[in-house]
């Protein structure tokens, strides 16, 4: 059977019996969507290949140790990867700070900026702690939406595409998840401001 007319799981398996080639059928059948992804964070295309590349090498490392929860849907859990990746990317740029001696510079002040910095990413991963922990109250089908919205960076219309509904059920089920979530933050008084 020739490589697209197999699914994305049949493709999978393919790799991990051997088959090094299934891998690269993947690759072609999602990179586009994956490197758009990317490109529409980082806002840089050499940065975006770099990125890409990387997302790729783990998504084969993570294949190759049996890391691939076959639960899920393959594309999925490569955009997941790759957000993961671009958030990755903006903490490592975010710690080099670039040091310019001259007669103003203060390092009190400076290690001031890196703690006040510190203390935002504690509160930051503390809020999308309780947002995954709220996430989970949802019903099945806003859960869904929300996690490929938000946690993959999925458009509408490609949640409409993965899920196999139309767009304006996946609107309406962003809609619901939205009101649900408000009620569980008041419901359990939860500060949800990013630092």
């Known amino acids: 059977m020739r490589a697209q007319n197999l699914s994305d799981q049949q493709l999978v398996s393919a790799f991990l019996s051997g088959d090094s080639l299934s891998i690269e059928h993947l690759i072609l059948r999602h ?30 490392n993570k294949l190759r140790e049996g890391r691939y929860n076959e639960e899920g849907k393959f594309i999925s ?3 997941r990867i790759s957000h993961n990746m671009v958030i990755d990317h903006f903490r490592k740029e975010s710690k080099v700070k670039m040091i310019r001696p001259n007669d103003d510079y203060n390092i009190f002040s400076a290690m001031g900026e890196e703690l006040d910095s510190v203390e935002s990413d504690v509160i930051n991963k503390q809020v999308f ?11 099945d089908e806003q859960r869904e939406v929300v996690k490929m919205r938000y946690f993959s960076g999925m458009t509408f219309k490609e949640i409409s595409e993965e899920s196999g509904i139309s767009i304006n ?3 309406g089920r962003m809609r619901y998840a939205l009101i649900n979530l408000r009620k569980l933050k008041e419901k359990y008084n939860i500060n949800l401001v990013l630092q």
């Open 129 to 139: 702690n309780e947002v995954k922990d709220l996430v989970n109250y949802l019903s």
């Open 31 to 60: 990179k586009d969507k994956v490197f758009r992804f990317i490109v529409s964070k980082v806002k840089d295309v050499d940065l975006a290949n770099d990125i890409f590349q990387e997302v790729f090498i783990k998504v084969i």
């Open 169 to 171: 059920t996946a609107l």
């Open 77 to 79: 859990w490569v955009m």
